[in-house]
C-alpha cells in the first residue's frame, strides 16, 4: 500500500472517521457483497440502469460498504457521487436540492470532487479531437461553430431530445467563453448547471436563462448530465445516498413525500441507462411503518425477503452483518501489517494477536458485549496504540490496553446506556400518506 493511503486511513481513523481511500485494508468479511455489487456495476456498464439498497444496522459497515462501491466503480471508469441525507440542507422530496447534491459531488479519478468542469471539458475535447481527425483544423474560424453544432448534436441525441433547452444554452455558452478567455464567467455558468442558486442574474443572462434549475426540470438535467458523464468517456455515473434512515426523523407529511420520492426513482432507474443509485439505510428504515414499509408501492419494489433464513444477494436489498470479533480481529491485523510508521515485522512482535485480541475484549466489554456496535471506537483505540510503539521503541504494549470510550456517537451512547438502537421517531406514519402512492 502506497504511504500516503495508509497515511490517510490511519489519520481518518485517528478521527473515527471512514477513510475514502486504502479501502482494501477493511475489504474482510464482505466478498460476497462486493462480489454482487460489482457484477451490478458490469450490468449498468453494459447499458442498464438500476438501484440497489445496501441495508444493515449501526456498525455492519454501510458506510464503509458504499465507500467501497465508489472505489470499485471508478475502478471501472465510472464517474461518482456520495451524497450523505441531511434533513438540515437535503429535503430528499425536492429534486432540485437532490439534483444539486448529486452534480455538486461529482468524482472522477482525476477530480475528486466537483468535477462537473472537468467532465465538461473532457467531453469538448473529445468533440475537437472527432473534427481534428475529419480534417477539420482549429485554425479554421468555423471550427468553434462546428463544436457548437456537434454539441447540440450530440446533447439532443443522447437524451433523445430531451435534455432541457437552458441546458443547451448554458453548455455553449461556457464554450464560448472559455475560448473567449473568460474563465471566471465560464466557471459561473458551471456551478448554474452544478445547482447552484447562488449565480449572479447578470451571469445567467449571458446564456439567456432565468431561475435556477427547478424541482420539476431537474431530473431532465440530471439524464442530460449523465449523458455528458457517458460522452466524456466515463462508463456511467453511480450515485451513492447514504444515511437513508435520517428521513424518519423529518416531519410526517416530509417523510412520506420523500419516501415516494425513492419509488419515483426506483420506478424511472432503467430509463438512465449507465446509472446506478445505492442508498444505504438501516432495517427500520426499510421494515418500520414510518418508513419504507408504510408506503406501499415502494415496499413492495423493494422489500427484503428471506428462504429459509437464507437471503438472495440479487433482491433489490442486500444485508450487511454485524462485525463480529472474528471480523474485527481480521481488520485490526490487516491494518497492523501498514501502519505508515512500523514496519510490520516490528508491528507483529510487539503487538501480537493475543494483545489484539484483549484489545478487543476489553473496547468490546465497555460497549455491554455488543460488537457489532464497537468498530468504530475500537480502531480508534487501536490505532492510538499502533501510534504510540510506533514513537516510543521502549513502549511495552501491555501497558497501553486500557479502553476509554470518546466522542460518543448516539448510537454507541444508546448502546452504554442500555436503550435499544433504532428506535423510530414518535409520531403519526406519514399523516396519511402511508398509501399506494
Known sequence: MAFRDASHIFQRLRNGTVPDRGLEAFAVGVERHRKELQRKLE?????????????????????FMANLVVHDAQQLGFATSFVVVSDNDLHFHKFDELY?????GLSTPACAQGALGDILDRWIGGIEEGLAELGVSDDDPKFDARVLQKLDEQLVALTGGRAPADMIRVVRKVFELKQAGRLQDASALVSWL??????????????????DVSSTDAMAYLRGILEIVKS??????????????????MRGDVRGKSLNAIRQIVDAASSYPGMLWVFTGTPTFFDD??????????????????????????????ALKPFDRERLLKVALK????????????????????????LVDAVTAGFRG???????????????????????????AHGLLGFEPAVLTTEEEA????????????????GGAGVDM
Open 194 to 211: 452544478s445547482g447552484s442558486s447562488n449565480v449572479a442574474a447578470s451571469i445567467k443572462t449571458l446564456a439567456a436563462v432565468k431561475g
Open 43 to 63: 450490468e449498468v456498464k453494459a447499458g442498464e440502469g438500476d438501484v440497489k439498497f445496501l441495508r444493515g444496522g449501526y456498525g455492519c459497515g454501510k458506510t
Open 289 to 318: 411503518r414510518q418508513g419504507v414499509k408504510g408506503v406501499v408501492a415502494l415496499h413492495a419494489r423493494i422489500k427484503y425477503e428471506e428462504f429459509n433464513g437464507v437471503p438472495s444477494l440479487r433482491q433489490p436489498q442486500l
Open 370 to 396: 455488543d460488537v457489532g456496535v464497537v468498530p468504530r471506537q475500537f480502531l480508534r483505540t487501536f490505532v492510538n496504540v499502533l501510534d504510540v510503539l510506533a514513537y516510543d521503541p521502549d513502549q511495552d
Open 100 to 104: 444539486r447534491k448529486v452534480v455538486g
Open 415 to 430: 448502546v452504554l446506556a442500555g436503550r435499544k438502537l433504532e428506535e423510530p421517531p414518535a409520531g403519526d406514519d406519514f
Open 335 to 358: 491494518l497492523r501489517t501498514v501502519h505508515p510508521d512500523l514496519a510490520p515485522g516490528d508491528a507483529e512482535r510487539r503487538m501480537p494477536r493475543e494483545l489484539v485480541e484483549q
Open 232 to 249: 466524456a468517456g466515463y462508463r456511467g455515473l453511480v450515485v451513492i445516498i447514504d444515511e437513508a434512515e435520517t428521513i424518519l426523523r
